[in-house]
């Protein structure tokens, strides 16, 4: 099956069978250039990727399952509303623009979804009824599976986990435009701007955790990103006892002391039956395209 990735500063696509990603290619994201040329630049790869395929004896492929950034509704097939980082994409309908040029099926769903559901199916979340996806880098988005089903929510908005309140946040401002998220302090964007808040100084979340064993403030603001983190799960625990958090993202890179304040805000917020939830790094390289996919192929089987 045909899958892309639709973010906003790559479009990825690949022939997706099971876990595995063939023929994986990606394009810049015209983020700024309307919905029009970025869905061009979408059905460009997946035109490359398809004469790939055909020049390699294989068969063309018959359905194209798309993960995008934004709030999918992947029922009408559009998307219900996006940040500015993808300028007018709110009220694109996706899947019929797709379909336009594409000429076959084609299935939409939310990044975050689709990356929830591939690391579910074919990765960490493997045998496991329930699975809470947190994915935190430049946000924080993520994921509940219950009871195998992705949760999608009655407004498509399920697994916002990032805006969420948390200690510790307490003014400190998030991209959603209001102040107290754990996302505004834990993401890779909120550790960074913690660390100008208290040095004055600029630098890239990744040179922040380098730091963190020599400089104060750089280990005070990992461990706060941790914590706050841990603080939110903690939470989720309670509420949704998920069985397994999957951990994803390039914040999860940040280190050991990182890790340990993931658990020690867990320690400080679950209640004791969940306190003890195995807390997973995740196992998949393109699990957005592998999930895109599982969603596709599971809308096709449950068609009459
Ligand atoms: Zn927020």
């Not at 940040?83 to 939310?110: K, Q, Y």
């Not at 399920?158 to 510790?168: F, L, T």
């Not at 596709?296 to 449950?302: C, F, L, S």
């Amino acid at each position: 099956m045909l899958a892309c990735d639709i973010g906003g500063t790559k479009i990825a696509g690949g022939i997706v069978d099971g876990d595995e990603v063939r023929l994986l290619a990606q394009v810049p994201t015209p983020a700024q250039s309307g919905p029009d040329a970025l869905i061009d630049a979408a059905w460009g790869l997946a035109q490359r990727i398809i004469d790939e395929q055909l020049a390699s004896g294989g068969a063309r492929p018959e359905v194209l399952a798309v993960a995008s950034a934004g709030v999918i509704d992947p029922i009408a097939g559009r998307v219900t509303a996006a940040t500015d980082a993808i300028a007018g994409w709110a009220g694109t309908p996706l899947r019929d623009e797709l379909a336009a040029r594409f000429g076959a099926d084609v299935h939409v769903l939310n990044d975050v979804h689709a990356h929830t559901l591939g690391e579910y199916v074919h990765g960490r979340g493997r045998g496991h009824r329930s699975m809470l996806l947190i994915a935190a880098g430049t946000g924080i988005g993520g994921g509940f599976v219950v009871d195998g089903q992705l949760v999608l929510g009655q407004s498509f908005v399920a697994g916002h986990v990032g805006h969420v309140d948390v200690v510790g946040a307490d003014d400190v401002p998030c991209s959603c435009g209001r102040t107290g998220h754990v996302e505004g302090l834990a993401s890779g964007t909120g550790i960074e701007q913690h660390y100008l808040r208290r040095t004055g100084q600029r630098r890239t979340g990744g040179e922040i955790a380098r730091l963190a064993s020599t400089d104060d403030d750089a280990r005070a603001c990992i461990v706060a990103a941790g914590e706050a983190l841990g603080r939110s799960i903690g939470g989720f625990l309670n509420s949704f006892d998920p069985g397994l958090v999957v951990l994803a993202g390039s914040v999860v890179r940040a280190g050991d002391e990182w890790l340990a304040a993931v658990h020690d805000g867990i320690a400080a917020s679950a209640m004791d039956a969940v306190a003890q939830t195995p807390i997973q790094l995740a196992q998949l390289d393109n699990a957005a395209l592998v999930g895109a996919a599982c969603w596709a192929d599971t809308n096709r089987k449950e068609r009459p």
